[in-house]
């Protein structure tokens, strides 16, 4: 299984900062989030950075047992 980092609101969302989960892409690793979790963390972890391994990442990218995908919302200040 593929490690799912989470900050910010989409942590809140889910009521976890990590948690494991399968799939073969980074797609499918995010389909199965927005399923465990719901409505409301999909709508927040639609608008996030997706980050694969430290690097920026693309729903299509292949993912293993020791990748680490991170959703990264976004940031507002001033």
């Known amino acids: 299984m593929t490690v799912l980092r989470l900050f910010a609101s989409v942590r809140v969302a889910a ?3 990590k948690v494991d989960v399968s799939g073969e892409t980074v ?3 995010l389909a199965a ?3 465990k979790f719901g409505q409301e ?3 927040i972890a639609a608008t996030c950075r997706v980050w694969l391994n430290g690097e920026s990442a693309a729903t ?4 293993g047992t ?3 995908i991170a959703l990264l ?5 001033g």
């Open 33 to 35: 989030a927005d399923e």
């Open 73 to 77: 919302p976004p940031v507002s200040g």
């Open 66 to 68: 020791d990748d680490e």
């Open 41 to 43: 963390f999909a709508g």
């Open 60 to 63: 299509t990218d292949a993912v």
């Open 15 to 17: 009521g976890t900062g």
């Open 27 to 29: 797609g499918d690793v």
